[in-house]
Nanobody, 128 residues
């Protein structure tokens, strides 16, 4: 089992920035590809970003790639999501997820069903 705990969400004005963190425990963190997803009120969960085990490759939804950056520190068992130039439409619950242990497939990293473990989420609210 892998336990994931997100933090760093909050209420922020449009144009601001946030850094979300996801702390993992339970298994060897570097064995897992990690992803961030979000779910806005009344909408389906959507892929935001993912990062492979080594951190050498990252993937983004087209809608966020200019403003979001995913990174990881395997020594700290933590994955981060830096969000810049926040917009009201970024308001959502952000979830981190772990996929593995397995060799990753880049074509599947955007799919929620490719992930085996999920955190409880952290709320991000952007005011206009």
């Amino acid at each position: 089992q892998v336990q994931l705990v997100e933090s760093g969400g909050g209420l922020v004005q449009a144009g601001g920035s946030l850094r979300l963190s996801c702390a993992a425990s339970g298994r060897t963190f570097s064995d897992y590809s990690m992803g961030w997803f979000r779910q806005a009120p009344g909408k389906e969960r959507e892929f935001v970003a993912s990062i492979i085990r080594s951190g050498d490759s990252t993937y983004y939804a087209d809608s966020v790639k200019a403003r979001f950056t995913i990174t990881r520190e395997n020594a700290k068992n933590t994955v981060y999501l830096q969000i810049n130039i926040l917009k009201p439409e970024d308001t959502a619950v952000f979830y981190c997820a772990a996929s593995g242990p397995r060799s990753y497939r880049s074509d599947l990293l955007k799919r929620g069903d490719y992930y085996d473990y999920w955190g409880q989420g952290t709320q991000v609210t952007v005011s206009s």
